[in-house]
């Protein structure tokens, strides 16, 4: 039942229209193939994330639970997509910087990372000689980044996404293995890879073969967006428990229900890890003989089958979807409940919870206008 969100601490594209430019500071992150007066010229992006972070979120949040991880990227514009078109996600082979340069800027800035360097100091790109497990990729052009494509833990760190012309470009792709290798090197030295974030490129099929029938416009939103859509790495894994211990509630077996958050404090900071409790109660009770009154009454809803979500509420896009692996409910003496990490979403936006529940032969989604709304501190 819990799901936990990191964000980059940098993030640009390498060009080969222009490979001393850098785009550090750029709101777009480009993954393209193009032309430019019959000239074909690709893009690829660089992300990355805190070790730290990522070390401290396996040992004092997950611990030994199984756990997914997935990069999640939203997607700014979409073009030429008349033909299936593969995204790969590698991890990035060598340190490089961000720097400050943005794709517009004139005359360009060549203070970071970019398709001939990676970084300031004017290091190349490696194109022979790569390190063990790592390979890079260029035709005409050299550079372009290094990249892992397997490491000593025998895990298969390479990821990919396959994009039609229909359905959803938005990036959310397991990559737990990556950030397996990542966290194990984090903590022994002779284990796993070093962390220097992902590299994200059309497959060598599109990349190579760059025509007008083959170019395609893949622009994600960067870190360094002024949205609500930057790019996370999303933590996944089922620390629910359904402990009802000595209570004499009931669990619910009617859809027709009133559902509620009876301590919803509607305001809470980006720090805060709030536990929401839920009151739940059917609508038509049986007929029965009592001395109290019956709303006094909370009932539990259905182990394993009740989950939670929480979309945005001006846009009615869901931040956190409902998850039969990951959104469980949990319950205990005293109610069903889940407890919501508010790290992973936007300051100054209100956000609604939704309750999914199959009751018997019904599945039943609630949407009571429970909402919140997350304060900078």
Not at 1 to 21: C, G, H, N, R, W
Not at 249 to 263: C, D, R, V
Not at 303 to 313: C, M
Not at 359 to 369: A, C, L, N, Q
Request: proline share 5%; charged share 15%.
């Amino acid at each position: 039942m819990a799901i936990y969100k990191l964000f980059p601490t940098k993030d640009a594209s390498i060009y080969t229209q222009d490979v001393e430019m850098n785009t550090g500071l750029d709101s777009i992150l480009e993954a393209s193939t193009y032309l430019i007066n019959n000239d074909p010229y690709l893009s690829r992006y660089l992300i990355k994330f805190s070790t730290n972070e990522i070390s401290s979120t396996f040992s004092n949040l997950i611990g030994t639970a199984s756990c997914q991880v997935n990069l999640v990227n939203y997607l700014a514009l979409a073009d030429g997509l008349n033909n299936t078109t593969h995204l790969y996600f590698y991890p990035i082979s060598g340190s490089w910087a961000m720097g400050t340069g943005q794709y517009d800027n004139t005359p360009s800035t060549k203070n970071g990372v970019c398709w001939k360097y990676s970084n300031l100091s004017g290091s190349n790109w490696p194109t022979t000689s790569f390190g063990e497990y790592a390979t890079g990729s260029f035709t005409t052009v050299p550079g372009g980044g290094c990249w892992f494509t397997g490491s000593n833990l025998g895990l298969n760190v390479e990821a990919s996404r396959s994009f039609d012309y229909y359905g959803s470009k938005d990036i959310d792709i397991n990559v737990t293995n990556t950030v397996r290798t990542w966290y194990s090197h984090s903590i022994d030295n002779n284990n796993g890879i070093p962390n220097e974030g992902f590299i994200v490129k059309q497959g060598p099929e599109d990349e190579f073969n760059i025509s007008i029938d083959n170019a395609h416009t893949l622009r994600y939103f960067s870190i360094d967006t002024n949205t609500i859509y930057p790019p996370s790495l999303e933590f996944k894994w089922d620390n629910s428990e359904f402990n009802t211990g000595s209570s004499s509630n009931k669990i619910l077996k009617t859809p027709e229900t009133f559902i509620s958050i009876y301590n919803n404090a509607e305001v809470y900071y980006p720090q805060s890890i709030p536990r929401f409790r839920l009151a739940a109660i059917p609508k038509f009770p049986d007929r029965t003989f009592i001395t109290s009154s019956y709303y006094g009454e909370n009932y539990y809803l259905p182990e394993n089958t009740s989950l939670y979500a929480v979309k945005d509420t001006d846009t009615n896009e869901f931040i956190i979807d409902f998850d039969p692996n990951f959104t469980k409910l949990s319950a205990d003496d005293t109610s069903s409940y889940f407890d919501l990490y508010m790290n992973g979403l936007e300051p100054e936006r209100y956000y609604t919870i939704l309750i999914k529940s199959v009751i018997g032969s019904t599945t039943k989604v609630f949407d009571e206008g429970i909402n919140f709304k997350i304060i900078n501190p």
